[in-house]
């Protein structure tokens, strides 16, 4: 048997080959999207803080 074979997936029947149930647990998805909502918003505060002191550095530089 070939390395690949043995790493596959069995299919479940359903033809999408990914071996899981097409059941899906809606609370886990919703806690999913929260925590990605919740990650998206620190990087936006992360980068207009960034940006904020870059102007206040250009700023006090050119009062100089």
Do not use: Q, W, Y
């Not at 299919?11 to 149930?21: F, I, V």
């Not at 940006?51 to 700023?59: E, H, K, Q, T």
């Amino acid at each position: 048997m070939r390395e690949e074979d043995k790493r596959a997936v069995p299919s479940n029947g359903n033809g999408n080959g990914l071996g899981h149930s097409s059941k899906v647990d809606l609370n886990s998805l919703i806690k999913k999207l929260k925590e990605e909502e919740k990650l998206a918003k620190r990087n936006n505060l992360v980068v207009s803080a960034a940006a904020l002191s870059a102007v206040a550095v250009f700023g006090i530089i050119m009062t100089l």
